[in-house]
T-cell receptor
Framework: KAGVTQTPRYLIKTRGQQVTLSCSPI?????VSWYQQTPGQGLQFLFE???????NKGNFPGRFSGRQFSNSRSEMNVSTLELGDSALYLC???????????FGSGTRLTVV | GQNIDQPTEMTATEGAIVQINCTYQ??????LFWYQQHAGEAPTFLSY????GLEEKGRFSSFLSRSKGYSYLLLKELQMKDSASYLC????????????FGRGTQLTVWP
């Protein structure tokens, strides 16, 4: 079966712009989590959605937001981009239980 | 990561055995994951330990001690392709859908 698909793979934006990233989970998976990965901080949790509801949110500013659609696909949006937002953004899907998280290949965002 | 520690770097030679340790402090602990991540790629699932003890999967084994807040990943018969970052992470019953990651251990396997 198809894995977790993230688009686009690479993105270059300038400071002040906004960006939307997309994640299509494995078919049947209802939970989608988002993480930011940087060399200095490692993997940091952004938020998690289950059945179109945000269940958990990490310690990121309000510029970071997300949503989930009825088909479980999820998007995350970052507004007013800053240089420090440059990172690999990963999403992971699961059946909604406390195990079995499968990651996508990520979106590499560069802010210049 | 939040209260979860692992060494930053390790090196080993082909054919050897290496043990990557991970310690954590948390309440409401559910289980401990290990992921492998090659540069520029997605983390891939290696193991998930809920109960104390050793679980073996081919060349890879993972151990958990809940009372000590300690886990390790054991890699046997190392191959060059095992050069990667190894991430430990735990989940908690109170925060569904969220993993708490260590910063990863970069393993380099030399010929």
């Amino acid at each position: 079966k198809a894995g977790v698909t993230q688009t686009p793979r690479y993105l270059i934006k300038t400071r002040g712009q906004q960006v939307t990233l997309s994640c299509s989970p494995i078919s049947g998976h209802r939970s989608v989590s988002w993480y930011q990965q940087t060399p200095g901080q490692g993997l940091q949790f952004l938020f998690e959605y289950f059945s179109e509801t945000q269940r958990n949110k990490g310690n990121f500013p309000g510029r970071f937001s997300g949503r989930q659609f009825s088909n479980s696909r999820s998007e995350m949006n970052v507004s007013t981009l800053e240089l420090g937002d440059s990172a690999l953004y990963l999403c992971a899907s699961s059946l909604g239980q406390n195990n079995g998280y499968t990651f996508g290949s990520g979106t590499r965002l560069t802010v210049v | 990561g939040q209260n979860i520690d692992q060494p930053t770097e390790m090196t080993a030679t082909e054919g050897a055995i290496v043990q990557i340790n991970c310690t954590y402090q948390t309440s409401g602990f559910n289980g401990l994951f290990w992921y492998q991540q090659h540069a520029g790629e997605a983390p891939t699932f290696l193991s998930y330990n809920v109960l104390d003890g050793l679980e073996e999967k081919g060349r890879f084994s993972s151990f958990l001690s809940r009372s000590k807040g300690y886990s390790y990943l054991l890699l046997k018969e190392l191959q060059m392709k095992d050069s990667a970052s190894y991430l430990c992470a735990y989940d908690r019953g109170s925060t569904l859908g969220r993993l708490y990651f260590g910063r990863g251990t970069q393993l380099t396997v030399w010929p």
